[in-house]
């Protein structure tokens, strides 16, 4: 049976009112892979005064068939609220998504330090609505207030 390992770094920094994000890499530092063909998932946590290496999680599915790939990916990412990779299939974003992560894909590799920083900018500026719920933020759009009830 597969397994996997997730690396926990421990941080000087208090980030309990954050975000953890996942990124599907080839190399630590850029948003590189595919979802199912990721090894690797580089984990920080992201809040409105910066950002910090939360761990590492490592998978090695090459064993495993079919779906068995995608459901031990998606709970070795348990914790995590938003995962960003190059691609992702329809029914794995199911399945992650069921799992309350928020797949997010980029369009060519990026560097994970840029989408840090933008996370962190929209974090200190009007963060979208599912962000706000992530964060337990109530809206002060009186129409987004009615939607949720």
Known sequence: MQRSQ?????GD?????GIKV?????????????FGGAR?????SVAKDGFSLSGVVQTDTDAMEGD??????????????IMYCESIGGTAAAKVIRNGISPMKVQ???PIADVLGELVDMLNGNPPPW???????ASDDAR????AE
Not at 13 to 17: C, D, F
Not at 22 to 34: I, L, R, S, W, Y
Request: hydrophobic content about 45%.
């Open 6 to 10: 997730k690396i926990t770094i421990e």
């Open 13 to 17: 920094t208090n980030m309990t009112e």
């Open 22 to 34: 996942a990124f599907a890499t080839k190399d630590m530092e850029n948003v590189n892979a595919h």
């Open 40 to 44: 690797e998932f580089v984990v920080y």
């Open 68 to 81: 068995d790939k995608t459901d031990f990916k998606v709970k070795a990412l348990s914790g995590v609220n």
């Open 108 to 110: 060519e590799s990026r």
């Open 131 to 137: 962000i706000r719920k992530i964060l337990h933020i």
């Open 144 to 147: 987004l207030v009615r939607w």
